[in-house]
C-alpha cells in the first residue's frame, strides 16, 4: 500500500525552534513574523509576485471569488474534491459542470465553450493531480468572453509550465496546504495574483478591511493564517 495521503511531519528539533520564536516573541496571529517569513520564502521559491497566506484552501478560492466580484454562473469541474464547488455555492454562484478530457483529467475547453451564457462571470478551472489544464485554451475563451479565471491550483504546488509556475496564469491561482498536501501548514492555504492591486484588496479581505488602528475600509473576514 501507498500511503498517499499520509502527511509529512518535520523533525522535532527543526520544529521547535519556530515554536521558540513564538514564545519569545508572544506574537500569535496578525501576520506575525513567521508568516511574513514564509510568504517570502513562497514567493521567491514558487517565482511568483504576491502571495497571500490565508487560513485554508476552500478560503483562498472564496476570498478570490470576492475579490474579483464573481456574480452568477461560473464553470468549473465535476472531478475535483467537493471544496471547488462547495465553495462556489457557499458564495451564492451557480456552479456550472463542464466535462472532461479524458486523457488529462481537466476540464475541456471545447466542453467550457459549451457551457457559456450571459450570466457566465469566471472559469474555476482545476490542476488535477497537479497536471497543468489547457491554459492557453482556457485563456483564449475567457479573453473572448471576458471572464475571470480562478485556478484551483490546491494539487499543483510547484509545477512548471512553460518555464515558469503554473501558478502564474489566470487571474488568480489559490493552494491548498492542508495536512494530506506535499507541502502543507497542518491547516492552510494561499491566493496568488500577479495584480497588485488585486493584492492589496485580498489583504484587506482577509482581515475585516482593516487598514489601520481605527480605521476599516472595506468588508472582509477572518481569514487570516495564524502566527
Not at 519569545?24 to 497571500?52: D, F, H, S
Request: hydrophobic fraction near 40%; charge should be neutral; glycine fraction near 6%.
Amino acid at each position: 500500500m501507498i500511503p498517499v495521503t499520509k502527511s509529512y511531519l518535520p523533525n522535532k528539533e527543526n520544529y521547535k525552534s519556530y515554536i521558540d520564536i513564538i514564545y519569545e516573541n508572544g506574537w500569535l496571529t496578525n501576520r506575525g513574523e513567521l508568516v511574513r517569513e514564509l510568504e517570502r520564502r513562497l514567493q521567491a521559491y514558487l517565482g511568483v509576485k504576491n502571495i497571500i497566506l490565508v487560513a485554508n484552501g476552500s478560503l483562498a478560492l472564496q476570498i478570490a471569488y470576492k475579490a474579483l466580484d464573481l456574480k452568477g454562473e461560473v464553470i468549473t469541474t465535476p472531478f475535483s474534491f467537493i471544496a471547488t464547488a462547495n465553495t462556489i455555492a457557499w458564495e451564492g454562484l451557480l456552479p456550472v459542470f463542464a466535462d472532461i478530457d479524458p486523457h488529462s483529467f481537466n476540464v475541456d475547453p471545447k466542453q467550457i465553450k459549451d457551457k457559456i451564457t450571459d450570466k457566465t462571470s469566471a472559469i474555476i478551472p482545476v490542476h488535477v493531480f497537479g497536471n497543468p489544464c489547457d491554459i492557453e485554451g482556457i485563456q483564449t475563451i475567457a479573453y473572448k468572453h471576458q471572464l475571470k479565471v480562478i485556478y484551483d491550483a490546491a494539487h499543483a504546488f510547484d509545477v512548471q509550465y512553460k518555464g515558469k509556475s503554473v501558478l502564474n496564469y489566470g487571474d488568480v491561482s489559490t493552494l491548498s496546504f492542508h495536512a494530506t498536501k506535499l507541502f502543507h501548514t497542518i491547516e492552510g492555504g494561499a491566493i496568488i495574483t500577479n495584480d497588485n492591486e488585486l493584492s492589496k484588496k485580498i489583504r484587506l479581505l482577509i482581515n475585516f478591511g482593516i487598514t489601520g488602528p481605527t480605521s476599516i475600509e472595506s468588508l472582509g473576514i477572518n481569514a487570516k493564517m495564524n502566527y
